[in-house]
Each structure stands twice: as structure tokens, then as C-alpha cells.
Nanobody, 122 residues
């Protein structure tokens, strides 16, 4: 299993970024995808997840209405579009996969990418 997260960077408050998670080495379209983040000194938290068919999505309350998760199974890639970014969104963002239902629990995900840094600052 290989997962490569990318698209992070430095953005001003109110700005936007789109993260990508490129997958290889497994049947991507059979797995749920989750996006998670970890800020310095804080525990890893779930941001959003999507099931294998892309017809079920979940979001943390803190990002609802601002972030959108999606996937393109033909490209073996998942995305996290982030709008109206806030300084509190600053964290390393990770994508992960699990076989089965999409759930908002990092402990239930088996394979993880390396993370991409998102910094929201003026």
C-alpha cells in the first residue's frame, strides 16, 4: 500500500487549498479514504472520510461547510478541497485507507500516507 499526500502549503486566512492523496499497490476502489490532521501538541483528529463508492461522506464539525472530500477511482486519487481556511486549520494532513465502512476514527485506518503540511497564517 502506498499513499502520497500532496498539495499543502502556506496560505492566508480565508484562502483555499486542495490536497490530493495518490494511491497505488491496492484496489483503491474497494477502500474507504479518510483525511486526518495533527497539529503540534495535539492528538490526531479526523477531518473527513468517504466510502469506496463516493456516495457517503462525513466531516468534522469544525470543517463542515468549508471542506469537501472527493475521490476519483479511475485515477486512484482522493482529494480534500479546503476553503475559508483558518489559523486553527494549521496541521499536518494525512490520508489513510481502510477496507469497509468510512468512519471518523483514526484508529480504524490501517495504512497511512506521509502527510502534507498546511499552514494558515498572515
Amino acid at each position: 500500500f502506498q499513499l502520497q499526500a500532496s498539495g499543502g502549503g502556506l496560505v492566508q486566512p480565508g484562502g483555499s487549498l486542495k490536497l490530493s492523496c495518490a494511491a497505488s499497490g491496492f484496489a483503491f476502489d474497494e477502500y474507504a479514504i479518510g483525511w486526518f490532521r495533527q497539529a503540534p501538541g495535539k492528538e490526531r483528529e479526523a477531518v473527513s472520510c468517504i466510502n469506496h463508492r463516493a456516495d457517503t461522506t462525513y466531516y468534522a464539525d469544525s470543517v463542515k461547510g468549508r471542506f469537501t472530500i472527493s475521490r476519483d477511482n479511475a485515477k486512484n486519487t482522493a482529494y480534500l478541497q479546503m476553503y475559508a481556511l483558518k489559523p486553527e486549520d494549521t496541521a499536518v494532513y494525512y490520508c489513510a485507507v481502510r477496507w469497509g465502512l468510512a468512519i471518523m476514527d483514526p484508529e480504524s485506518y490501517d495504512d497511512w500516507g506521509q502527510g502534507t503540511q498546511v499552514t494558515v497564517s498572515s
